[in-house]
């Protein structure tokens, strides 16, 4: 019972990380058609915006006198840094402490600044080519991508702790009347859950409570008579871009206590991200999220050595099985609408 | 007046008489290498001679590569008699002079193997044929040396791997023209058991994740096999998918197991998640069987260590060599602080133990060729086996004829609690002897290898 807790857990987790970067391909998906394979590396960018943050705020300046020797055996000047001069040693280190929080402040105008930029530059070109070719180009960006940050930050996984408050993790066993230390999870996990929670919350009450959203709503239903009535559909879908792109950043930031981010990070979630988006139905937000989760718990079961045992390697399979599964039974996805990547 | 009897028939037999008597002297005494410049691979025929370097330039390992890469040019460089010389002083063999390598200047040119098999063996495929490289070295991954090992094989090269740390490259995939300086699976197991002992006690209940590829492999056997003849009891080992980023499902069954010692076999940006994963999920804290839950993993980096942060503190695993060794550990390691010294002014930080590696095979094979008097493979692998040297950081060093591995000793390590600066990441904690990882050619977790003959290729 507890190893099952564990597990369901463990997939809520992974699963919110699937969820948010489905949702966000799901979501350009539905409003402008386009297949996005970059969105994987807008993850990315999003976890290197914490990286950046974290690093700004450890810029520091020499010293002005030695404290001891280097490793050569030359004179070493100890690093002052920026933070504590100018906002004093508390609020400098307070600061440190939370820079991952901190950066999804400059996260957000970043990366809705970059989805603009992507969609103005260069997908709005593709709208009236085939997916395959969507595919391809925005295949090729996600490869450019990876590779800028990768010349400026290099391959090494880049460690981005969590705050000190949340390092720890919390004895579930103990508080739901299991043994102590059988049911024990992270705190950062428990935060990054909620955080996606109300992400995924505060997009949907975008769309359904706003004139913005009802308007996006109306255009992803025809967009041809939103047109027709005035209304500058193609503006609003690219603000949408933004705020996908913005959400698959937020992601990012977030997951960078988990796992050291790197370069290739986006790459690890972009296929199963489409996995995802696929079994729930192309073009379908609560498809995406569902299935997010759903798959999400999967992987994590399949990974118990019980399965495995009876299974060997079903963990690194089980998402695409599920999928075939879904696909035969349902075509459109659990909850794909009618016409979507069908003409 | 006399006649001249020469017929074109005469001449040309008197021609083919003169000619065989010109090469009796090279076919009489064709083992003495230092007589034939010819007849293999891309003998050098100018002033020049290329090496092949064939690192990770793109890929995971990216990072490790390109201080493998600067090992490389640091060693030509010091070859060619630029800069500080490094350990040209300290290495043992004085034939080194910084006049190239027979006198000729050593140019290089690079390949990037992406870690990737296939890759790789396109890379150096390239180098051999299309730059007229003579001996290929580099790599971070132990399928891509067994690939490029077997190349070289083929084609005639001497490969002089960088890290690889599987069993299997001087094991069943051994070959006589491939040469391993750093050290294996066997030996880092061989090396941590005793200090495991000393520390952890005789009594410990084992949960090992490993890594599902060739390298894992080995590597789980060999520790496998170390801690239960201490005593220790392996529960169960799960082979976790070389893709994956996220091992929290992984390590939820290590909770209630019974274990109270977690052995991680992986290496590079496995490594780094897997344990922060493990110390998210309060392993370090943990008491299981009355003992403190501990964590191990057998082979480390300094970049992997970087990569995990200050979850990496108190640690403990083992390593080829460390940039400390000298000052901490004495004279035995000489040559370390020179190339330390040499590494440091040119590029601001310390080498890595890759970089050592590295840098060392290139030294290893000027001397060969150097004491041979000949590129020509064949007096290559002649001059290297069963070569004992000193000088190059490692202590004494012997490159075994029987499997081409080099034995030395080996340093065991753990995490820095308080690390004076972003360098110093991992302190000594012993150095193992080379006896005690010493090994028979034949140890069931090597047998199966051939070296079979020398291959000096064209």
Known sequence: MDAILLQILNGLDKGSAYALIALGLTLIFGTLGVVNFAHGALFMLGAFCAVTISKLFNLSHKASEPSGVDFLGNPKYEDVLYVEDWFGERLGGWMLDWSVPLSILFAIPIMIGIGYVMERGLIKHFYKRPHADQILVTFGLAIVLQEVIKYFYGANPIPTPAPEMFRGSFDFGAALGFDANTIIYPYWRMVYFVFSLVIIGGVFAFLRFTTFGMVVRAGMADRETVGLLGIDIDRRFTIMFGIAAAVAGLAGVMYTPINSPNYHMGMDFLVLSFVVVVVGGMGSLPGAVLAGFLLGVLESFASMNQIKSLLPGIDQIIIYLVAIAILLTRPRGLMGRKGVMEE | ?458
Not at chain 2, 188 to 203: I, M, W
Request: hydrophobic share 35%; aromatic share 10%.
């Open chain 2, 1 to 458: 007046m006399t006649k001249s009897k020469l017929t074109r028939r005469g001449l040309i037999r008197t021609g083919a008489v003169t000619a065989g008597g010109l090469a009796m002297p090279t076919i009489f005494t064709s083992q003495v290498w230092g007589q034939t410049d010819t007849g293999f691979t891309n003998a050098p025929t100018g002033d020049t001679v290329t090496l092949g370097f064939n690192v990770p330039q793109s890929g995971p390992y990216a990072d490790e590569g390109a201080d493998e890469l600067r090992a490389f040019e640091l060693a030509v460089e010091h070859l060619n008699g630029e800069g500080d010389g490094g350990m040209l002083s300290t290495f043992s063999s004085k034939t080194l002079e910084g006049n190239g390598i027979l006198g000729k200047k050593v140019a290089y040119v690079s390949g990037d193997t992406q870690t990737k098999s296939d890759a790789a063996r396109a890379s150096a495929k390239s180098m051999i044929e299309k730059d007229g490289a003579i001996m290929i070295s580099g790599g971070s991954s132990s399928g891509v040396a067994v690939a490029v090992q077997g190349l070289c094989q083929e084609a005639g090269i001497i490969f002089m791997s960088g890290l690889t740390h599987s069993n299997d490259t001087t094991g069943k995939d051994r070959k006589a023209n491939g040469f391993r300086h750093f050290f294996n699976a066997y030996m880092s197991a061989a090396a941590l058991a005793p200090v495991l002992s000393q520390l952890y006690g005789n009594d410990r209940k084992v949960y090992s994740l490993t890594a599902d590829y060739t390298w894992g492999w080995t590597q789980q056997e060999s520790i496998q096999a170390a801690t239960e003849e201490l005593g220790w009891e392996t529960i169960t080992d799960v082979r976790t998918p070389l893709a994956a980023t996220d091992f929290s499902s992984y390590m939820t069954p290590v909770l209630n197991s019974g274990a109270d010692v977690l052995i991680l076999n992986h290496y590079g940006g496995n490594m780094v998640n897997s344990l922060t994963n493990a110390v998210q999920f309060g392993l370090r804290d943990k008491q299981v069987n009355g003992k403190n839950f501990e964590i191990v993993v057998p082979l480390y980096s300094e970049l992997m260590a970087k990569g995990a942060g200050k979850n990496i503190t108190g640690i403990v695993g083992s390593q080829n060599w460390d940039w400390k060794l000298e000052n901490e550990k004495g004279d035995r390691y000489a040559g370390t602080n020179a190339f330390v010294q040499s590494f440091g002014t040119k590029y601001g930080f310390p080498p890595s133990q890759a970089a050592q590696t590295c840098y060392a095979q290139t030294l290893l094979y000027a001397d060969a060729v150097n004491r041979a008097k000949s590129f020509n493979p064949c007096a290559v692998v002649e001059a290297l086996e069963d070569f004992e040297f000193d000088g190059l950081g490692n202590g004494p060093t012997l490159y075994r004829a029987a499997d081409h591995q080099c034995f030395k000793d080996v340093v065991v390590v753990r995490g820095k609690e308080n690390p004076e600066n972003e360098f110093d990441l991992v302190e000594i904690v012993e150095v193992t002897p080379a006896e005690q990882v010493t090994y028979d050619p034949e140890h069931p977790m090597f047998a199966g290898g051939d070296l079979g003959e020398c291959n000096p290729g064209a």
